[in-house]
């Protein structure tokens, strides 16, 4: 598409109608005008015929007759095209005509009309017949009747023509004129007004993926038009700003993460290869480096879960799951967990208070649970008891996992569900966790569209519930499933 | 030499002392989080730092802040997991002598370390004369005349050690505390046993004395008619 300026197409816009109005009032005006130019002449024309008709007067001296007083007959306004007329009386004893106006002429003037328009003599004239005109000017004894008087007055029309094209000119010259600063200050004040914008587009232009900082200039902000697409922008910028620094950090992390357990991998297998060895150092060195391979691979398949999990989060629901029961995928992780729990010599319980449903895939659910128990038993200590409650609250299902384990600081509570987040490094690579396991299990329970708290203090255990909506109408009554607590333990 | 190694990954800590003890026949003592490891590196002298940068308590980039603060001058190699340029330059700013990611070999590790202490001793050549000795730190061979001598290991490094400060006067509280890690009893007549060993194997060789006893003070390795800055005070 080819790109236009706003700012010429505003000019352009004020230029055309400028232009038009011009046009329009050159139109109105040379019509207007035209208009009462010719009533004001046709006045003129009536006046003169009248003032030629009371030219006529009847005398008695011997000789009854009419005459024509010549000697008074009104000079013509034009020098050169001079003003035509002719008098005649009904009973043709009386014609005056002016010279060139000879009554053959009469032949010619269409009947009835009361203007008639001509060419005389390469002028435009106009002229006006007055029909049955009486003679004003008479004596008292008079015979009567008088004959009536047919009265021809014609005077050239160029001046007309003359004054209303001088006015559609000067009319158009001034609307012209007027363009000028018009245009000057339609430059200006397009630009001003514009300035809002291009303070937008200027602040937007700085916007990259190092900088995220949109802030137009205050102008910009103040103007009504512009106000809800700074705002729309704003939290565009500011969404897309959180996604990329999460993914970013996400993406250092996990970076961090594999390459360090790689220097690890790296170091231990160069070391062994530095010297020669004794057959039990290798073998030794060869299981500890099995080992590591075996952590990478845990490491990369909790980053591709936590990936996969954030990734439907973006998505949103294909479809709406069917529903399971929550005691059941609990006795799933638990049952999973049991061997990694004997090994570290904590006993895990299950105590399902109350029955509840919710919809969610059952896998997502059991991955929940067995991170929360792995995160539970790792940090216990031997002998420990690691318990799960399931039970159900006003329309939510309730899962609680209890450990009797260190605790976690209050200061790292607020962190302590993101990615990669651990409280004590150290410590956490020595008992095998990524810092994945809460931020996992978060994912999730968002996708659900439930929520996970943590409850911890240092030396007094942590608990992590998670609530989810549960399933109406598929509660169960309290105690009735007590009898299915049950002690997973070895 | 003496080298520091901060590292909270206790095998990654483990594998790159042992390279160090093994290949650059360095004493090692290694810090798990960054609070302890600005203490020793603070208490002790060492001739090169290993400083990791993700650290817990205090990072690696406070640590070295601190410990050049300090008016510590030993060289700092950073391992790092991050490349980023800002962070390397940072690094360099802040003091730091050189950087590594991770992983690393440990071959160009060992060698950047070596030249680190080197050259932290003043010295850029990897191989170091006196007179008719000539020291390889490269191949930690020790030549006299162009035959090679044969050396147990802590004779080697109390000689590296003295070549590396050709010419200054190292007393034998230095040379105790730069050779041995945090771990040791320091006696001083060990340093002796070594000497004399040392003098033994070169002189005998050469029939030149290149290590000199200024008696109360410690030892130089130089030819005689040298003088230190110290004695000529």
Not at chain 2, 35 to 61: N, R, V, W
Not at chain 2, 122 to 148: F, M, W, Y
Request: aromatic share 6%; proline share 4%; glycine share 8%.
């Amino acid at each position: 598409m080819k790109a236009f300026s706003l700012n010429r197409r505003l000019i352009l816009a004020v230029v055309a109608s400028q232009l038009l109005l011009g046009a329009g009032l050159v139109l109105v005006g040379t019509s207007f005008s035209k208009h009462y130019l010719r009533r004001a002449f046709d006045v003129f024309l009536q006046g003169r015929a009248e003032s030629m008709a009371a030219l006529v007067y009847y005398r008695d001296d011997g000789v009854p007759g009419l005459l024509f007083n010549n000697a008074k007959i009104p000079p013509s306004r034009h020098r050169v095209h001079k003003d035509l007329f002719l008098v005649q009386s009904d009973r043709d004893n009386l014609l005056r005509y002016s010279p060139g106006f000879d009554p053959a002429m009469l032949g010619r003037i269409p009947a009835n009309a009361r203007f008639w328009r001509f060419h005389y003599k390469g002028a435009p004239y106009r002229a006006i017949i007055l029909r049955k005109v009486g003679i004003l000017d008479t004596e008292e004894g008079e015979p009567l009747p008088l004959p009536t008087l047919t009265v021809v007055y014609a005077a050239p029309t160029m001046d007309i023509d003359q004054q209303v094209s001088m006015l559609g000119v000067t009319i158009g010259l001034v609307s012209l004129l007027v363009l000028i600063p018009t245009l000057i200050l339609a430059v200006w004040s397009i630009r001003r007004a514009l300035t809002p914008l291009n303070d937008l587009v200027a602040a937007a232009s700085t916007v990259s993926v190092d900088r995220w900082s949109f802030e137009p200039s205050q102008e910009a902000r103040s103007t009504r038009e512009l106000k809800p697409l700074i705002d729309a922008m704003q939290t565009v910028l500011s969404g897309l700003e959180e996604a990329f620094t999460r993914q970013r950090e996400f993406l250092g992390d996990a970076a961090h993460e594999l390459k360090t357990s790689l220097a690890i991998l790296k170091s231990t297998l160069q070391r062994l290869l530095n010297k020669p060895r004794e057959r039990e150092e290798y073998e030794r060195g060869l299981a500890i480096m099995n080992g590591d391979c075996l952590r990478l691979e845990r490491l990369l398949n909790r980053m591709l879960q936590s990936a996969r999990a954030e990734q439907r989060i973006a998505k949103g629901h294909e479809q709406e799951p069917e529903p399971v029961e929550v005691a059941a995928t609990c006795e799933g992780a638990l049952a999973r967990m049991a061997q990694f729990a004997a090994e570290r010599d904590v006993r895990l319980e299950f105590i399902p208070e109350g029955e509840a449903t919710v919809r969610a895939e059952a896998a997502d659910l059991e991955l929940i649970w067995l991170n929360l128990l792995e995160n539970a038993v790792q940090y216990s200590p031997r002998g420990s008891v690691v318990t799960v409650k399931v039970c159900a609250e006003t329309g939510m299902a309730k899962v609680s996992v209890l450990d009797q384990g260190c605790g976690i600081e209050a200061a790292h509570l607020p962190h302590i569900f993101q990615r990669f987040y651990r409280a004590d490094s150290s410590r956490a690579r020595a008992t095998g966790g990524f810092g994945l396991g809460l931020a996992i299990s978060k994912s999730l329970v968002d996708f659900y569209r439930g929520r996970i708290d943590i409850e911890s203090a240092p030396g007094r255990g942590t608990c992590v519930t998670v609530e989810l909506p549960a399933e109406p109408g598929a509660r169960g009554e309290g105690g009735g499933s007590r009898d299915r607590a049950a002690s997973i333990s070895r | 030499m003496r080298v520091l190694v901060v590292e909270d990954e206790e095998r990654l800590a483990q594998n790159v002392a042992a390279i160090l003890r093994d290949n650059a026949l360095c004493a090692v003592d290694v810090a798990p989080d960054g609070e302890e490891g600005l203490f020793m590196a603070c208490s002790s002298p060492y001739d090169l730092l290993i400083l990791d940068l993700m650290l817990p308590k205090l990072t690696g980039l406070q640590v070295l802040k601190s410990y050049r603060a300090e008016g510590n001058n030993s060289p700092v190699l950073i391992l790092t997991a991050r490349d980023e340029k800002e962070i390397v330059v940072k690094l360099l700013n802040a003091g730091a002598d050189d950087y590594l990611t991770k992983p690393f070999d440990l071959g160009e590790f060992v060698a950047r370390c070596k030249a680190l202490m080197r050259r932290g001793k003043g010295e850029h050549s990897p191989v170091i004369q006196a007179g008719p000795l000539e020291v390889d730190t490269v191949k930690r061979a020790v030549q006299v005349n162009g035959v090679r001598l044969s050396l147990t290991a802590m004779e080697y490094r109390v000689l590296e050690y003295l070549a590396l400060r050709r010419g200054a006067l190292v007393s034998k509280m230095e040379l105790l505390e730069h050779l041995y890690d945090y771990n040791w009893e320091k006696f001083g007549n060990v340093i002796e046993v070594y000497i004399s060993g040392l003098r033994r194997k070169i002189e005998g060789a050469s029939g030149v004395k290149v290590i000199q006893t200024v008696r109360g003070l410690g030892y130089a390795l130089r030819l005689e008619g040298e003088v230190t800055e110290k004695e000529r005070g």
